[in-house]
T-cell receptor
Framework: QKEVEQDPGPLSVPEGAIVSLNCTYSNSAFQYFMWYRQYSRKGPELLMYTYSSGNKEDGRFTAQVDKSSKYISLFIRDSQPSDSATYLC???????????FGQGTRLTINP | NAGVTQTPKFQVLKTGQSMTLQCAQDMNHNSMYWYRQDPGMGLRLIYY???????DKGEVPNGYNVSRLNKREFSLRLESAAPSQTSVYFCASTPEVGGHTIYFGEGSWLTVV
């Protein structure tokens, strides 16, 4: 079993829809939870990060962490065609450890 | 502001050939990484360098070697390329190991025929 599981999709939704992207994990030591966005033929870039449990909002994006369920989510409101990309979750235990990535979900927003 | 720069961007190799992927960062980061990305597998760590002069194996190191030439540069070498090494390779850096913000290069597309 992988430490981090992410549905690879693909996910296709109409413009303006609310998008929900999710990851589950098995390692209870994870403390930092990140979402990276990767456009086609580009490197991933950090979108949001959350420390421990709770919600974090940045414009149309909301990240949620539920440590009791070992489940994280990224919500995109009023989705735009420019949001079409692959979204990767990533997690990090405390201390000098390395990031663990999910498989990535490919998202397409249709005009 | 270049960030992380990788070369070459595209390469086709024949089975058994060798090649080196070059990576340089201009952010004065201590830690550097090489990942490969394959469909359905996500990003898998090949090797990393926590600081200048040190390198360590990641999740999938077989068939690869690395060199941390100096603080800026971290190269990945395929000594005898195999079709299973066909992938997209990303170099990345963080200020130190354990940093949650990892900066990636643009990627190198490698095909081994």
């Amino acid at each position: 079993q992988k430490e981090v599981e992410q549905d690879p999709g693909p996910l296709s939704v109409p413009e303006g829809a609310i998008v929900s992207l999710n990851c589950t994990y098995s390692n209870s030591a994870f403390q930092y939870f990140m979402w990276y966005r990767q456009y086609s033929r580009k490197g991933p870039e950090l979108l949001m990060y959350t420390y421990s449990s709770g919600n974090k909002e940045d414009g149309r994006f909301t990240a949620q962490v539920d440590k009791s369920s070992k489940y994280i989510s990224l919500f995109i409101r009023d989705s735009q065609p420019s949001d079409s990309a692959t979204y990767l979750c990533a997690m990090l235990p405390g201390g000098a450890q390395k990031l663990v990535f999910g498989q990535g979900t490919r998202l397409t927003i249709n005009p | 502001n270049a960030g992380v720069t990788q070369t070459p961007k595209f390469q086709v190799l024949k089975t058994g050939q060798s090649m080196t992927l070059q990576c340089a960062q201009d952010m004065n980061h201590n830690s550097m990484y090489w990942y490969r990305q394959d469909p359905g597998m996500g990003l898998r760590l090949i090797y990393y360098s926590a600081s200048e002069g040190t390198t360590d194996k990641g999740e999938v190191p077989n068939g690869y070697n690395v060199s941390r030439l100096n603080k800026r540069e971290f190269s990945l070498r395929l000594e005898s390329a195999a079709p299973s090494q066909t992938s997209v390779y990303f170099c990345a850096s963080t200020p130190e190991v354990g940093g949650h913000t990892i900066y990636f290069g643009e990627g190198s597309w490698l095909t081994v025929v």
